[in-house]
């Protein structure tokens, strides 16, 4: 499903002091490849003797009159402004002897967004045919140099390039939870620094509608605003929401293009249309048109349009509107996930069906999608959708995005539509990247930064003139546990760089290479003040009480392990930060409580990771979180955030939703042991369908419910509770009155359960001790 809660997952702004330190030492440990810091990888790179140094007295040349090639000069001046304190100016004089020059040069014969860079001793020549290709050149560029450093010297060389695929691409879900107009733009200015060129903006769903549509205000006086969900008994929320007015709009879009950004509008249909129906009920299926709440609940809900004349004018209308802000010739539809429960109960519904002669639901969002995008092509534009509209009688126009995986892509192909892949998992970022503690809230299965890229978009199944269908790639950004716009940033970075170099470099891609030049991209990451994810280079700590001490292990996650490069953990005792010289990681410590130990993990001499601290006291290592415990079933399983506005500041819990269940490991039970553990009373909002009923509940002995203690299985008779009354109507996490655990002989399997009353709230384990 593309946002629903499926049952079954298949896991798959720092100083520039700082970043020129990190520059200064990427000189040192990196090879001396020209592209070093270049991403996406480029084409093809040929390497000649000498060096340009970049300074001060550079001067950037365009030909006089040229306003794009001037545009993608002062940008690259800009750049590196910001990236390198380096300002150089920008002209169209004449050439001074002595001078050294970066030019951008129109000339022909390139593609569409193609583009050369020559670089000379005393001279840089930027050329392209279009405006794109230019644009890209000077991105290129940009990263030739490091990031931290006010000068330096780019290798001689001739860098040719051009992208495998025109649709490269990231999906940004304003509906679930709101992005600022400053926040749009920066991503969009992120996006381009990665050659990524279309903007798939989601912005109505149930959850709210983000657009300002004037002839139907409504649509944000009510429907940009929901009461957001909270445990019950605890104090009520106030609203969230917010939309992007039309003049807001336009100037995104303008900016967008400056950035060579398609931006193309989603407004979903027939379904994801309760946020609509809230502000006007006479446009659902529902025969009595109740008044309907924006949803604060997150999954596949069962509202859909009607199929009035009314609806579709309405729709025609929205639409009118969209395409005079939005001047991509895509507009999305959306088109999934449209449960028929409600048009098959509707007496409206089914009468309009007899009338179109149609008696399958099915083949009346067949209908639908027909009607609304045929109006599209009138008005030159094509229509969008995801891989639910590939039905006979699709229009030959109309593009199908495939999130079911490559084989709706392959069908859309074979029947002669463009089709773009997003598949879920392996390209929606709302999961995970990492096992680490250091994760935000999202889908607890992992996606990882060399899951994405892996991804191969080729189908060697389709023919050369199939092939010439599928338009390229995207990855998704769903927003329902992203409550803040660093979140955001942090689940799509550094994955958005491996999506670019999938769908721009050649296939024939190098892990290795990419860790590398990653390593200088982030350096820029920090210089611009990106929230980005280390995971990939994170360290995995573990702690063990032992005799003398806390044992701590420190490893590194596989992904860069079985990269064979260089790479270490270097750490401190003393307070002080981590540097190449610092002792390096070879074995276990064995550590006093009280010391503070302090790693990071080093690519040759260059600092790759943010730096993990952490202070060890007589509890570290007795403690196990929910991250380090196993889940007793794969069902749906989230990270959490106690108090869900993204401003608790505490770690994530995780937890399976359909079934609220740990495995805690080899427990010496021998003794008799206490057991502490904090829980987290969490608000149930989740449409789930038939699925929840699927659900343990009832099974309580007391009002609140309790902390079940299972030993060897979570179906064995019960071991032990923790009563849960002392954390109910709480908000945040509650530590649990101790308990002591019978005796039993040796070392066991410990679960621990939840008992509840109800669905709502959703019980979470935050962390528990067992010890003797």
């Not at 392996?426 to 999202?442: I, N």
């Not at 276990?588 to 130990?597: H, K, Y």
């Given at each position: 499903?593309?946002?629903?809660?499926?049952?079954?997952?298949?896991?798959?702004?720092?100083?520039?002091?700082?970043?020129?330190?990190?520059?200064?030492?990427?000189?040192?440990?990196?090879?001396?490849?020209?592209?070093?810091?270049?991403?996406?990888?480029?084409?093809?790179?040929?390497?000649?003797?000498?060096?340009?140094?970049?300074?001060a007295?550079?001067?950037?040349?365009?030909?006089?009159?040229?306003?794009?090639?001037?545009a993608?000069?002062?940008?690259?001046?800009?750049?590196?402004?910001?990236?390198?304190?380096?300002?150089?100016?920008?002209?169209?004089?004449?050439?001074?002897?002595?001078?050294?020059?970066?030019?951008?040069?129109?000339?022909?014969g390139?593609?569409?967004?193609?583009?050369?860079?020559?670089?000379?001793?005393?001279?840089?020549?930027?050329?392209?045919?279009?405006?794109?290709?230019?644009?890209?050149g000077?991105?290129?560029?940009?990263?030739?140099?490091?990031?931290?450093?006010?000068?330096?010297?780019?290798?001689?060389?001739?860098?040719?390039?051009?992208?495998?695929?025109?649709?490269?691409?990231?999906?940004?879900?304003?509906?679930?939870?709101?992005?600022?107009?400053?926040?749009?733009?920066?991503?969009?200015?992120?996006?381009?620094?990665?050659?990524?060129?279309?903007?798939?903006?989601h912005l109505?769903?149930?959850?709210?509608?983000?657009?300002?549509?004037?002839?139907?205000?409504?649509?944000?006086?009510?429907?940009?605003?929901?009461?957001?969900?909270?445990?019950?008994?605890?104090?009520?929320?106030?609203?969230?929401?917010?939309?992007?007015?039309?003049?807001?709009?336009?100037?995104?879009?303008a900016?967008?293009?400056?950035?060579?950004?398609?931006?193309i509008p989603?407004?979903?249909?027939?379904?994801?249309?309760?946020?609509?129906?809230?502000?006007?009920?006479?446009?659902?299926?529902?025969?009595?048109?109740?008044?309907l709440?924006?949803?604060?609940?997150?999954?596949?809900?069962?509202?859909?349009?009607?199929?009035?004349?009314?609806?579709?004018?309405?729709?025609?209308?929205?639409?009118?509107?969209?395409?005079?802000?939005?001047?991509?010739?895509?507009?999305h539809?959306?088109?999934?996930?449209?449960?028929?429960?409600?048009?098959?109960?509707?007496?409206?519904?089914?009468?309009?069906?007899?009338?179109?002669?149609?008696?399958?639901?099915?083949?009346?969002?067949?209908?639908?999608?027909?009607?609304?995008?045929?109006?599209?092509?009138?008005?030159?534009?094509?229509?969008?959708?995801?891989?639910?509209?590939?039905?006979?009688?699709?229009?030959?126009?109309?593009?199908?995005?495939?999130?079911?995986?490559?084989?709706?892509?392959?069908?859309?192909?074979?029947?002669?539509?463009?089709?773009?892949?997003?598949?879920?998992?392996?390209?929606?970022?709302?999961?995970r990247?990492?096992?680490?503690?250091?994760?935000?809230?999202?889908?607890?299965?992992?996606?990882s930064?060399?899951?994405?890229?892996?991804?191969?978009?080729?189908?060697?199944?389709?023919?050369?003139?199939?092939?010439?269908?599928v338009?390229?790639?995207?990855?998704?950004?769903?927003?329902?546990?992203m409550?803040?716009?660093?979140?955001?940033?942090?689940?799509a970075l550094?994955?958005?760089?491996a999506?670019?170099?999938?769908?721009?470099?050649?296939?024939?891609?190098?892990?290795?290479?990419?860790?590398?030049?990653?390593?200088?991209m982030?350096?820029?990451?920090?210089?611009?003040?990106?929230?980005?994810?280390?995971?990939?280079?994170?360290?995995?700590?573990?702690?063990?009480?032992?005799?003398?001490?806390?044992?701590?292990?420190?490893?590194?996650?596989?992904?860069?392990?079985?990269?064979?490069?260089?790479?270490?953990?270097?750490?401190?005792?003393?307070?002080?930060?981590?540097s190449?010289?610092?002792?390096?990681?070879?074995?276990?410590?064995?550590?006093?409580a009280?010391?503070?130990?302090?790693?990071?993990?080093?690519l040759?001499?260059?600092?790759?990771?943010?730096?993990?601290?952490?202070?060890?006291?007589?509890?570290?290592?007795?403690?196990?979180?929910?991250?380090?415990?196993?889940?007793?079933?794969?069902?749906?399983?989230?990270?959490?955030?106690?108090?869900?506005?993204?401003?608790?500041?505490?770690?994530?819990?995780?937890v399976?939703?359909?079934?609220?269940?740990?495995?805690?490991?080899?427990?010496?039970?021998?003794?008799?042991?206490?057991?502490?553990?904090?829980?987290?009373?969490?608000?149930?909002?989740?449409?789930?369908?038939?699925?929840?009923?699927k659900?343990?509940?009832?099974?309580?002995?007391?009002?609140?419910?309790?902390?079940?203690?299972?030993?060897?299985?979570c179906?064995?008779?019960?071991f032990?509770?923790?009563?849960?009354?002392?954390?109910?109507?709480?908000?945040?996490?509650?530590?649990?009155?101790?308990?002591?655990?019978?005796?039993?002989?040796?070392?066991?399997?410990?679960?621990?359960?939840?008992?509840?009353p109800?669905?709502?709230?959703?019980?979470?384990?935050?962390?528990?001790?067992?010890?003797?």
């Amino acid at each position: 499903m593309r946002r629903a809660l499926s049952l079954v997952r298949r896991p798959r702004a720092a100083v520039q002091t700082a970043a020129r330190a990190i520059a200064l030492a990427l000189i040192a440990a990196l090879p001396p490849a020209a592209h070093a810091g270049v991403i996406p990888a480029p084409l093809r790179v040929e390497l000649a003797d000498g060096e340009f140094n970049v300074d001060a007295a550079v001067v950037l040349r365009v030909p006089a009159g040229d306003r794009e090639a001037d545009a993608s000069a002062r940008y690259l001046a800009d750049l590196w402004t910001r990236t390198n304190g380096l300002t150089l100016p920008v002209g169209a004089d004449a050439a001074r002897a002595g001078i050294r020059t970066i030019e951008f040069r129109r000339r022909r014969g390139f593609g569409g967004e193609a583009y050369k860079i020559e670089v000379a001793p005393r001279r840089i020549l930027v050329t392209a045919s279009s405006s794109a290709g230019l644009f890209y050149g000077a991105v290129t560029l940009w990263q030739l140099l490091p990031a931290g450093l006010a000068g330096g010297d780019i290798r001689a060389q001739t860098i040719t390039d051009a992208p495998r695929y025109s649709w490269r691409g990231l999906m940004l879900d304003s509906s679930r939870h709101f992005q600022s107009p400053a926040f749009v733009r920066s991503m969009i200015d992120w996006m381009a620094w990665h050659k990524l060129n279309v903007l798939h903006w989601h912005l109505t769903d149930d959850q709210g509608w983000r657009l300002e549509i004037r002839k139907y205000p409504r649509l944000t006086s009510v429907g940009a605003w929901r009461i957001p969900a909270s445990v019950p008994g605890s104090s009520s929320r106030k609203p969230y929401g917010g939309y992007y007015t039309q003049q807001q709009v336009r100037s995104i879009v303008a900016f967008a293009a400056t950035r060579h950004v398609q931006i193309i509008p989603e407004i979903d249909m027939p379904g994801h249309a309760q946020a609509a129906l809230a502000a006007y009920p006479e446009l659902g299926a529902i025969d009595s048109h109740p008044t309907l709440p924006v949803s604060p609940n997150w999954g596949v809900h069962s509202h859909l349009f009607n199929l009035e004349p009314g609806t579709f004018e309405f729709l025609q209308n929205v639409l009118d509107e969209v395409m005079q802000l939005f001047p991509s010739r895509y507009v999305h539809i959306g088109g999934d996930e449209a449960v028929k429960d409600e048009w098959n109960a509707s007496a409206g519904v089914q009468a309009r069906a007899r009338l179109l002669g149609i008696s399958d639901s099915n083949a009346l969002q067949t209908y639908f999608t027909q009607k609304i995008s045929g109006y599209l092509s009138a008005k030159g534009r094509r229509a969008v959708g995801w891989d639910e509209i590939l039905q006979p009688g699709l229009r030959a126009d109309a593009v199908v995005m495939s999130w079911h995986g490559a084989s709706t892509a392959r069908a859309a192909a074979v029947q002669g539509n463009d089709t773009v892949l997003a598949p879920d998992p392996m390209l929606y970022l709302d999961h995970r990247q990492g096992p680490l503690a250091t994760e935000p809230p999202g889908r607890i299965a992992i996606i990882s930064l060399k899951n994405v890229y892996d991804f191969e978009p080729y189908d060697a199944e389709l023919s050369e003139a199939q092939q010439q269908h599928v338009l390229g790639l995207q990855a998704d950004l769903w927003t329902e546990h992203m409550q803040t716009e660093g979140r955001v940033e942090w689940m799509a970075l550094p994955r958005a760089a491996a999506l670019a170099e999938v769908g721009w470099s050649s296939p024939q891609r190098s892990w290795p290479d990419f860790l590398k030049r990653l390593v200088s991209m982030s350096a820029r990451y920090r210089a611009l003040g990106l929230n980005y994810a280390d995971s990939v280079f994170g360290i995995d700590p573990h702690f063990a009480h032992a005799a003398g001490g806390i044992r701590v292990t420190l490893a590194n996650l596989p992904e860069l392990k079985d990269a064979a490069l260089d790479s270490s953990i270097r750490y401190t005792l003393d307070g002080q930060e981590p540097s190449v010289t610092s002792a390096r990681y070879a074995a276990p410590l064995l550590l006093a409580a009280g010391t503070e130990i302090r790693a990071a993990t080093y690519l040759g001499s260059q600092q790759a990771s943010r730096t993990w601290i952490s202070r060890l006291d007589a509890r570290t290592g007795a403690r196990r979180t929910s991250h380090e415990l196993e889940l007793c079933s794969n069902g749906v399983g989230l990270l959490l955030e106690p108090g869900g506005d993204g401003s608790s500041g505490h770690a994530p819990l995780a937890v399976d939703i359909m079934n609220p269940c740990w495995v805690y490991r080899d427990v010496d039970l021998e003794h008799g042991p206490q057991v502490l553990a904090a829980v987290a009373a969490l608000p149930f909002n989740y449409e789930l369908g038939l699925d929840a009923a699927k659900i343990r509940v009832g099974d309580n002995r007391t009002r609140e419910g309790e902390l079940e203690v299972h030993v060897d299985g979570c179906d064995t008779a019960t071991f032990s509770v923790l009563p849960l009354a002392a954390a109910a109507n709480r908000d945040g996490v509650t530590e649990l009155p101790a308990t002591r655990l019978p005796r039993l002989p040796g070392r066991h399997d410990v679960c621990l359960r939840f008992a509840r009353p109800r669905l709502d709230p959703l019980w979470a384990l935050d962390w528990v001790e067992i010890e003797n």
